[in-house]
């Protein structure tokens, strides 16, 4: 069974930077499509970035040159740094992963997912 570890969470104020971190055992991370999806109280999930397994990256309009999604294919890891952080980024935050093409893709096709990791961004 593919699994997938998150760490690097926690609280900061808003203008700091925070990197999660993914790490993903029984699967190659670059034969996935990865993402990280996120859910503040009383909301959908809502998908924040996706890096392809050629390498390709999208990102939500509301984290677009804020958030860079990066893997490290020698680790197995996938990564979210997370910059110029303000108080809506506060959610849980979630790594994805399904053996398809990223494009079109919504958090109901991601087959495996990690255990979220709290993110809080104070004013």
């Known amino acids: 069974q593919v699994q997938l570890v998150e760490s690097g969470g926690g609280s900061v104020q808003a203008g700091g930077s925070l990197r999660l971190s993914c790490a993903v055992s029984?699967?190659?991370?670059?034969?996935?499509?990865m993402g990280w999806f996120r859910q503040a109280p009383g909301k959908e999930r809502e998908g924040v970035a996706t890096?392809?397994?050629?390498?390709?990256?999208n990102y939500a309009n509301s984290v677009k040159d804020r958030f860079t999604i990066s893997r490290d294919n020698a680790k197995n890891t996938l990564f979210l740094q997370m910059n110029s952080l303000k108080p809506e980024d506060t959610a849980m935050y979630y790594c994805?992963?399904?053996?398809?093409?990223?494009?079109?893709?919504?958090?109901?096709?991601?087959?495996?997912w990690g255990q979220g990791n709290q993110v809080t961004v104070s004013s």
């Open positions: 994805a992963a399904v053996r398809i093409w990223c494009r079109g893709l919504g958090p109901n096709d991601y087959k495996y």
């Open positions: 029984r699967a190659t991370v670059s034969n996935y499509c």
């Open positions: 890096i392809n397994s050629d390498g390709i990256t």
